[in-house]
């Protein structure tokens, strides 16, 4: 864990106005990227400087959660928090647990351990279900119906009964309009490009407005404009919308549009910032090269632990320890 | 249970059936087909026909239905709209009872055109009420969509889930006394034969085949064949995980 105290920098109180949301624009696509010293004398301030609203509950909160696939712990004991209508970048390389990690919080992965609260009650819960969306890293529809049919029936799940067929109306409308495939609606979903596909995806998830968003990697094979366009809806909605919005990405320059970031790597926690303070703190001008320098650090770490494992282990053989200081010169830091 | 959530089910999956025509077209034409070749396969010898077709009439119902549900559930499950209903407020008898009202009602199409071939104009002598014939066919219909639903749990993928066919419908063909009645087979088959829920499905339809009215043998193999796909639509229910690995 970076830092808990970091929650009280820029980006992480909602509510009232903190000091630092003058330098950090919430509603823009790319928050500030520049490192003025008055940012950083703010996030500076004491936590206390700020008591946040009501609504203060962290959308998310885990406690040493552990996740077991097979024989593979896949994620290792995390203590985060997400706040509410902010979005947080959950980053990491391939295969380091983001999925995973996503599915716990829907409720869909079996064998988690600790705690892991969403929207106040515990993950799985029944009452979390029409509260959630979520947006797996495939697109989730069904192929052999049009965008509009597909959206009508899982309407029909969410705002059952012919009493809520006007709220369908309305929301399948604006789900189209959101994701801008009303021009596509009479298209069927398995005839259209991989982009507008996993839009029809992010469509369904944003149908019934959850308080939580969950997306699994949205971005990846999008070209730049729609990128763009994408992250401009995610901001619109946490903001107009009030939406928790948890997304993952591997690419680290989208990392910069998020408020608040967790780095994720072989299923630790390498830091839970804003991007701001990851790169002051990492002394680093991008927040991928704060990632580059904190899993290098993490890997030396655990070349140390290695090593001093199997110096113990060998008692204290003279020719094993010199081998092993020569490794450690020879390996780059 | 929601029975709104339910018929939005249905009508979902009859939706992705119709841009599917050519599905609709083998699943309602393929037994008319067949039964025409049988008629006059059995040209020299009507009894014959009369028998095995009151049996088909029974038996094409269930394979129809195992096949496209197993294939259908698979889908389902492969493409990530499972787990995403089931992280939604959908019950999982809903999703279940959805399918099963959808291929149901193919179902009924399915038998009312064999049926109504078979009677008028393939000259198939049944003494019992036609509408018997339809009852015994709508149940095994719903024991396949019920046996598909629970076999494509153990199909990794779609190749796997047609093997199920041969392994699950097969022997159930040569036990269930389509062949030879099954008070001639080896003690062990017959045995066999009597736990088999297609047994009771061909038995049903020898009923209304030669009684005019409804028998106590009738009534206990429809109540067989009908628990038997509550009981395999359950246990399907129980292969719907929110939770997996």
């Known amino acids: ?58 959308a998310i909160a885990a406690t040493a959660l552990t996740v077991v696939r097979g024989d593979r712990t896949v994620l290792r004991g995390l203590d985060f928090t997400v706040p509410r209508g902010r979005i947080t970048g959950l980053l990491g390389p391939s295969g380091c647990g983001k999925t995973t990690l996503m599915r716990a919080i829907v409720g869909t992965q079996a064998q988690v351990t600790g705690t892991l609260d969403v929207l106040s009650r515990p993950a799985g819960h029944p009452a979390l279900r029409s509260r959630i969306g979520y947006v797996t890293q495939a697109p989730s529809v069904y192929d052999d119906l049009t965008v509009r049919q597909n959206l009508d029936y899982f309407a029909a799940v969410l705002l059952p009964g012919r009493a809520q067929r006007d709220e369908r109306r309305t929301a399948v409308a604006r789900a189209l309009a959101d994701v801008d495939l009303t021009t596509h609606a009479d298209a069927l979903a398995g005839r259209l490009s991989g982009g507008q596909r996993s839009r029809v995806s992010l469509a369904v998830a944003l149908l019934g407005t959850p308080e939580l968003l969950v997306l699994d990697e949205p971005t990846v094979g999008l070209d730049p404009v729609l990128r763009r366009d994408l992250w401009d809806l995610f901001h619109r909605i946490a903001a107009d919308r009030d939406t928790t919005i948890l997304v993952s990405s591997h690419v680290m320059d989208e990392a910069e549009r998020c408020h608040r970031l967790l780095l994720l790597r072989e299923g630790e926690l390498l830091a839970e910032d804003t991007p701001e303070d990851l790169r002051r703190r990492n002394d680093t001008a991008t927040v991928e090269d704060a990632f580059l320098h904190l899993v290098d650090a993490a890997a030396a770490r655990a ?8 110096r113990t282990e060998t008692e204290t053989g003279a020719r094993t320890e010199t081998r092993t200081r020569t490794r450690t010169e020879e390996t780059p830091s | 249970m929601n029975g709104a959530r339910t018929l939005a089910t249905a009508a979902r999956v009859l939706r992705q059936l119709r841009h599917d025509p050519r599905s609709i077209a083998l699943m309602l034409l393929v037994p008319c087909l067949m039964l025409v070749l049988l008629r006059y396969v059995f040209d020299g ?81 049944v003494i019992g009420s036609p509408w018997l014939l339809l009852l ?82 009738f009534l206990r193999d429809s109540l067989v064949v009908a628990g038997c796909a509550v009981l395999v639509l359950a246990l399907g229910a129980a292969t719907l995980r929110r939770r997996t690995a």
């Open chain 2, 45 to 125: 010898s009507p009894q014959t026909f009369d028998g095995i077709g009151a049996s088909l009439l029974g038996i094409f119902p269930l394979i129809t239905m195992f096949l496209v549900t197993s294939i259908a559930t698979l889908r389902e499950r492969t493409s990530g709209t499972l787990e995403r209903l089931l992280a939604m407020p959908l019950g999982k008898a809903d999703l279940i009872a959805g399918y099963a009202l959808a291929f149901g009602l193919v179902a009924v199409v399915q038998s009312l055109l064999a049926t109504g071939l078979a009677l008028w104009f393939l000259g198939l002598d």
């Open chain 2, 136 to 217: 015994v066919a709508l149940l095994d219909a719903l024991l396949g969509t019920a046996l598909g639903l629970f076999v494509s749990a153990f199909a990794a993928s779609e190749f796997q889930a047609v093997q199920f066919m041969p392994a699950v419908i097969f022997p159930q063909l040569l036990l269930c006394g389509l062949f030879t009645p099954r008070d001639r087979m080896a003690p062990a088959l017959e045995a066999l034969s009597d736990v088999l829920p297609m047994s009771y499905a061909v038995d049903g339809m020898n009923q209304v085949l030669r009684h005019t009215d409804v028998t106590a043998d």
């Open chain 1, 303 to 310: 070349r140390a632990r290695t090593e001093t494992g199997a």
């Open chain 1, 1 to 58: 864990m970076m830092n808990k105290a970091g929650e009280a920098g820029p980006g992480a109180a909602d509510g009232a106005v903190p000091p630092a949301a003058l330098t950090t624009p919430t509603t823009s696509a790319t928050p500030a990227t520049s490192d003025t010293p008055a940012p950083l004398a703010a996030s500076d301030a004491p936590a206390t400087s700020h008591t946040p609203a009501a609504s203060d509950t962290p």
